[in-house]
């Protein structure tokens, strides 16, 4: 059963635990996203999108997760989510800059679809889905080559392989973020990105825990 995000209070107590992140997060952006969440964990009982099904955590490590991405300070034109699963980070990060573009990609069918429908059960704009796989992006689709400003990915690799699938679809000076465990290794340098930020931070209960966004510049 759905829940609606504006009978409980929900609304203003996600805006709440947003400022504590750092996130500026508008009523409206936060009710949307929890119709976001809640189609999606609708749609996780047919597709496979999170392994986390109760609703309280789920808004923590998808939601809050992802509006950690307000610590960066950056303000992307274009962003693309890479391996993007079941939409976070990147609808987060849609949330927090309603002006921006951005492209969720994975190469799972089935699951681009599912995201897209409730990409549209939400009522967001200025987010599109495509199914396609990173390593293969800038050959099939040519118009994606050095097209974003901002790359952002999480828990789909490490770092050094992620950077090698970013830096031909991110233009010189773009952005990748990376969301990592707290205790995984931040390398000063990956390819031709340099270590801009490392950024730690705490989840609250239920379900909480320690993280970091790893922030490099290409060069």
């Known amino acids: ?8 209070g929900e609304i203003p107590a996600l805006v709440a635990a947003a400022k504590q992140l750092g996130a500026e997060l508008p009523p409206d952006r936060a009710e949307r996203l929890l119709r976001y969440l809640d189609a999606m964990l609708a749609t996780n009982e047919h597709v496979n999108l999170t392994a986390v099904r109760d609703r309280a955590q789920a808004i923590v490590l998808h ?22 699963g079941n939409g976070f980070p990147g609808v987060g ?16 069918g089935k699951k681009v679809r599912a995201i897209g429908g409730c990409l549209v059960t939400a009522g967001f704009d200025g987010v599109e889905t495509v199914q396609l796989d990173a390593a293969q992006a800038p050959t099939l689709r040519r118009d994606l080559r050095h097209a974003f400003d901002v790359v952002t990915a999480r828990a789909v690799g490490r770092p050094a392989e992620l950077q090698e699938l970013a830096d031909p679809l ?10 990592l465990e707290a205790d995984a ?21 239920p ?13």
């Open 1 to 8: 059963m759905t829940t609606d995000p504006t009978a409980a």
């Open 63 to 84: 939601v809050l997760d992802s509006l950690a991405f307000a610590r960066t300070g950056l303000h992307p034109q274009h962003l693309l989510d890479l391996g993007s």
């Open 93 to 108: 990060v849609a949330a927090l800059h309603p002006g921006a573009s951005v492209l969720l990609m994975d190469r799972t």
């Open 170 to 179: 991110l233009r010189p000076g773009g952005s990748l973020v990376l969301w």
């Open 185 to 205: 290794e931040v390398p000063e340098r990956l390819g031709p990105f340099r270590l801009e930020r490392r950024i730690a931070y705490q989840l609250p209960a």
């Open 207 to 219: 379900a909480a825990r320690e993280r970091q966004l790893g922030h490099w510049r290409k060069r």
